[in-house]
């Protein structure tokens, strides 16, 4: 069982950034990617960026550039860097992890994930 809680949410500005975390509870496991998605009012969650421990790495077409996801195994952090952020970055964020096997990159599909945090609050103001 792998625990994860998100922080680092809150309000700032646009072309402001943000640092959310996902810290995961359990031992420490190689084949353990983390993605991070995000779910705006009245929509479905969509992906937004993952990694694996190994550190291959995947962003959605509209973070390239502008978000950068990371690691920290000794910590058993995952970390989104957000940069630039204009208001429709706006939603709740979610980490979620899974078992990954012999793919080079990451999944974006939500339905292989099998653990979700809690999800924290993203808010972009003009």
């Known amino acids: 069982q792998v625990q994860l809680v998100e922080s680092g949410g809150g309000l700032v500005q646009a072309g402001g950034s943000l640092r959310l975390s996902c810290a995961a509870s359990g031992r420490t496991i190689r084949n353990l990617a983390v993605g991070w998605f995000l779910q705006a009012p009245g929509k479905e969650r969509e992906f937004v960026a993952a990694?694996?421990?190994?550190?291959?790495?995947d962003y959605a077409d509209s973070v390239k550039g502008r978000f950068t996801i990371a690691r920290d195994n000794a910590k058993n952090t995952v970390y989104l860097h957000m940069n630039s952020l204009k208001p429709e970055d706006t939603a709740v964020y979610y980490c979620?992890?899974?078992?990954?096997?012999?793919?080079?990159?990451?999944?974006?599909?939500?339905?292989?994930?099998?653990?979700w945090g809690q999800g924290t609050q993203v808010t972009v103001s003009s």
């Open positions: 979620a992890s899974y078992f990954g096997g012999l793919e080079y990159r990451p999944s974006r599909d939500s339905a292989q994930y099998h653990y």
């Open positions: 990694i694996t421990w190994s550190g291959n790495t």
